[in-house]
């Protein structure tokens, strides 16, 4: 197994693992075997995964006056990336994202 794949591996409980260690113990820690783990987050009040998409509120709307470039659209794919960022930020882990805009 590489590096990489022992991180990609590793990220979810990473991420979750200080705030929920001891509900992960107390639940069900099998995912639906439909998708891969990353497509899903430990609820801790309920104590189940959900997948991220439960996060989004369905109702965004682009306001005029802002350029399309300036947007941060709320997916699933920038919401659990804001999850992660922010789990990793809290834990005072040093953090750099990188990448293209979505423009």
């Known amino acids: 197994m590489t590096v ?17 260690l001891h509900c992960c113990r107390e639940m069900d820690t099998r995912y639906p075997s439909s ?3 990353f497509e899903y987050y430990v609820d801790v009040k ?7 998409d439960t996060k989004l509120s369905g109702s965004f709307k682009p306001r005029a006056d802002i350029p399309a470039y300036r947007m941060l ?7 659990r990336n804001m999850f ?11 953090t750099l994202i990188v990448g293209a ?3």
């Open 46 to 52: 309920n104590r189940q995964w959900l997948n991220w």
């Open 101 to 103: 805009v979505g423009v």
């Open 4 to 20: 990489g794949q022992r991180c990609h591996q590793s990220l979810p409980w990473l991420c979750c693992a200080p705030h929920s």
């Open 84 to 94: 992660v960022a922010g789990s990793l930020v809290r834990s005072s882990c040093h």
């Open 73 to 79: 659209v709320p997916t699933v794919d920038t919401t």
């Open 35 to 37: 998708e891969t783990v």
